[in-house]
């Protein structure tokens, strides 16, 4: 017995294989003792008969159990064959799989008289499994009848193989389709197979099929991740290329910037455009979803903004541009925040355009952060007369300016509360001496305290000038 046959017990029934019940068929043997009044031997028929049952319920669960943890196609294949090997009176055991398009057969699983068979490709499905496949239901042959298929050529016997005197097969079915044949040969006895065996053949096979399936969905679900997760990286160092690879470098400033997506991809974004020799431009926004449709998205808006800014010396007018073609292109109904400032360098001046975003925080040598108002400004892509908050201010030597998403102040933690502005400004101000990139790494690692071991809701972003 294989290691994966029926585990014995100490009834009558566990002490011999279940094929032995099949030498003379219980069931018409009580028939035939209760028309002849011998009540002895039905009586002991019948004690046969629920020692069999018991015996095949007890096997469907072992192969049920032994299916459920098993997830590669072969090793369902192996498992089943070898029950069924050990099981039935057949000395050739095959489970076939069949493609309906190229009406082909692929044999996963074939043994006889103990010895595996090693049958390679996919082959012409003969007459009896075409017929199975075709009418959904099992096939019983005996001599003769192979016999005569073999004399017309409908069915061949494999090469290396014996003739069978009784062969059996029954459909594999999934979702009403014919997956497959699994078939049993005895090469030494006529009538070998019951009705019985037919019944318990369909079960088990019943069993493999939904776990084949299973284990095919899975194998299927795992190559789609496979090439999700392939085509998620390409998208994400796609994404990181049209990101700004160095900071801008300017005697008398230091810069830092730090972006986290909350998946692989993400909507944030900034860019730093130089203008002329005294100004940069500098570029944060936020789209309005997560994930690959944000960073599309994404994607657009950074396009347009480059083209715009190429174009016209006007934040304005760059800002009304952008909104009028992604209003054109934007099916979805996605928008995206934005500022968008122009630094000149001599003045420590900033213009601020502001499209719906968080406004920037602006704090001196000392630690005071300035009043900035809060103007109306609306998001890019949703409005065709958008309102944008422009405004003015310096950011004073020794001091400071904190451009973000809300990714940074609005990450939670377990108890649902946000990280928040204040504590922004609490180690922006704790922080001042340091330089900008490790300001930023600063404020990172503070949320990352505060948010725990939950992920982040939110892409986060910043980007920090510092005036020395």
Known sequence: MSSNTVEKTPSSAFQKPLHAFHFRDP??????AKSQGDWKTVARCYAEIIDLRVAEISLINSVQQGLS?????????????????????????????????????????????????????????????????????????????ILDLLGTAKMKVIPGTETPKAWLGVPMIVGGRVCGV????????????????????????????????????????QRL????????????????????????????YDFGSLMVPARAVGGDFYDFIKLGRHQQGIVLG????????????????????????????????VLTNVNHHLRTMNEAGMFVTLLYSIFDYRTGTLKVSRA??????????TGKFQR???????????????????????????????????????????????????????????????NAQTICDRLFSAVQVHCGDILHQDDLTMVLIKRL
């Open 27 to 32: 069931y018409k043997l009580a028939d035939l």
């Open 69 to 145: 943890a098993k997830l590669d196609m072969q090793d369902i294949f192996d498992l089943v064959g070898d029950e069924l090997r050990d099981t039935f009176n057949a000395q050739v055991v095959m489970i076939s799989q069949y493609d309906p398009e190229k009406q082909r057969v692929y044999h996963h699983y074939a043994i006889e008289r103990g010895q595996h068979l090693n049958i390679q490709g996919w082959l012409p499905i003969d007459v009896t499994r075409k017929k199975i496949v075709e009418t959904q239901k099992p096939v019983l042959l005996n001599t003769q009848e």
């Open 182 to 221: 699994v078939s049993l040969q005895n090469l030494d006895k006529e009538n070998a197979f019951s009705q019985s065996d037919i019944k318990l053949l369909a079960t088990l096979t019943n069993s493999m099929s939904l776990s084949l399936e299973n284990a095919r969905l899975s194998n299927e679900t």
């Open 225 to 252: 991740l496979g090439l999700l997760e392939k085509e998620m990286e390409i998208a994400r160092r796609t994404q990181q290329s049209i990101l700004p690879s160095k900071l801008p470098s300017r005697a008398g």
């Open 286 to 317: 936020d789209v309005s979803d997560k994930g690959l449709p944000a960073a599309l998205f994404m994607a657009l808006t950074f396009s347009l903004l480059r083209a715009e800014i190429e174009r016209s010396p006007h934040a304005l007018q």
């Open 356 to 365: 719906g975003h968080l406004k920037p925080l602006v704090m001196d040598g």
């Open 372 to 434: 900035i108002p809060l103007y109306e400004g609306q998001p890019l892509g949703l409005f065709e007369d958008m309102k944008i908050d422009q405004q003015e201010y310096t950011v004073p030597p020794a001091g400071l300016v904190l451009f973000y998403s809300d990714g940074l102040n609005e990450s939670i933690n377990w108890s649902g509360q946000e990280f928040g502005e204040n504590r922004i400004r609490e180690i922006l101000s704790a922080n001042k001496t340091e």
